[in-house]
């Protein structure tokens, strides 16, 4: 079959996103364009931004590729699956246009709205079938003759079968991206140890997945419905993919996974490989020599969930976390001394004192660490912090927890530039 998978061309006036905006390699493409080619079938797969191409641009690709099916991801990459924007406005819109160029194609919308709001997703989008969690695997499945609907993880406006899936990924072969791709791809994804004029450092980034999925339950974290149970792949084809990126003049990777546990043999592997990476992890799970490790193996930057100041915050959170906040605070001063960057994320919580994080702040920042001004909370239909307020997620989920955000803070948080737009405003394409 003929499969043509798609990235749109990104944009976010008025949203909450909460994700960085530049390109990033769609590594859920990636990784079905990879199953799909091992299997003989013949795959297109376009980025609207990383080929410069706008939805006019996509759709007629896909005109002079004929697809038997085309797939539409409704999120920018797995990396920001887990804080997609709440709309469906663009997906929606390169839907309507491959609708209209390619007529007889089927379209399948695979990401983190369909995974958790199925009915929803394939009202607002207009698709002919939504995947329902990770989507290499499914897409394989359609493509090799499965019928939407009764392949476990698909839903149609008709009938829908299982719940969200989770792809085997640890022998998950090693992806390979365009040249041009990475060539264009400048930006260092959560890198601030050396200083960037705009244009990009000096040599090109990628990002790459370690493993998947996390063995933590954080209440705010939306992977109930997609990436989560924890799964790392299988050394030998992550190494051949990073060698592969070296190749192509790759500097800097980054590891989208969802918790960057420590990993001796991957560390050690690294080690002499001559690049930089950056990671998210949980600061608690490193001992030091681990931490000495992670410094030699090139990562200059850690972003590390911290949450709350008080293990009552913590706790409420579902954090599970078993050091105190001193101890804490030693670990990622200690970490400093062998990463360059450094940022412990904390998240707006009831009872913290401010003045108390205005103090732990400005510690941590005299030792080198970056501490965020607490976050507010977004509540996405996948995150057990929604069925906490409101239950379980319904075709009114997205623009429920949107409401309640909006209406909770005067303040949002400090990494947003603009006040975000009601949902409906943002998804008045969507309406049917």
């Known amino acids: 079959m003929k499969v043509a998978l798609l990235n749109p061309p990104w944009s976010f006036e008025g949203s909450i996103y909460f994700g960085c905006r530049a390109p990033h390699l769609p590594i859920e493409l990636g990784a079905a364009k990879a199953l799909l080619d091992c299997a003989g079938h013949e795959t297109l797969l376009r980025d609207g931004l990383l080929d410069e191409l706008a939805i006019g641009g996509l759709a007629a690709a896909c005109t002079a590729f004929a697809p038997a099916m085309i797939v539409v991801t409704t999120a920018p990459t797995y990396l920001f699956w887990r804080c997609a924007q709440p709309e469906l406005r663009l997906p929606r819109l390169l ?18 709205h369909g995974s958790a709001t199925p009915e929803a997703a394939l009202a607002k989008l207009g698709a002919d079938v939504v995947v329902r969690g990770e989507c290499e695997e499914v897409v394989l499945a ?123 043999p991957l560390l050690e592997a690294l080690v002499g490989r001559g690049l930089k990476f950056g990671i998210q992890t949980r600061i608690d799970l490193w001992r030091p020599d681990m931490l000495a490790l992670l410094g030699a193996a090139g990562c200059v930057s850690i972003e590390a969930g911290v949450e709350s100041l008080t293990v009552e915050g913590r706790a409420e959170l579902d954090k599970n976390c078993r050091l ?47 501490a965020n001004d607490p976050v507010p909370l977004y509540p996405y239909p996948s995150s057990p912090d929604y069925r906490r307020l409101f239950g379980p997620p319904d075709a009114q989920a997205w623009e429920r927890a949107h409401a309640h955000y909006l209406g909770l803070f005067e303040r949002l948080s400090d990494i947003q530039d603009e006040a975000p737009l009601p949902l409906a405003e943002l998804e008045s394409v969507c309406r049917c």
Do not use: M
Not at 100 to 110: F, G, H, K, M, N
Not at 184 to 213: I, K, M, N, T, W
Not at 331 to 353: C, E, S, T, Y
């Open 95 to 112: 839907l309507d246009a491959l609708r209209a160029a390619c007529p007889e194609a089927r379209l399948v919308a695979v990401g983190p």
């Open 142 to 264: 359609l493509a090799e003759g499965g019928v939407a609907g009764e392949v476990p993880g698909t839903a149609t406006p008709l009938r829908a079968t299982g719940g969200p899936q989770a792809a085997r990924f640890t022998d998950l072969p090693a992806l390979r991206w365009p040249d041009h791709w990475i060539a264009r791809h400048r930006h260092h994804h959560h890198r601030f140890d050396q200083p960037c004029d705009g244009s990009g450092h000096e040599l090109p980034g990628a990002e790459v997945e370690a493993s998947r999925g996390c063995p933590y339950s954080c209440s705010f974290c939306a992977k109930i419905d997609f990436r989560d149970g924890y799964r790392r792949r299988d050394l030998v084809p992550l190494l051949d993919e990073i060698d592969g990126l070296r190749a192509q003049g790759v500097g800097y990777l980054y590891f989208i996974d969802e918790i960057f546990l420590p990993n001796r």
């Open 324 to 370: 105190s906040t001193d101890e804490l605070t030693d670990r990622l001063i200690l970490a400093r001394r062998h990463v360059a960057f450094v940022q412990a994320n904390l998240i707006q919580v009831a009872g913290d004192d401010p003045a108390l994080v205005a103090g732990w702040r400005a510690r941590l920042q005299e030792a080198g660490v970056w």
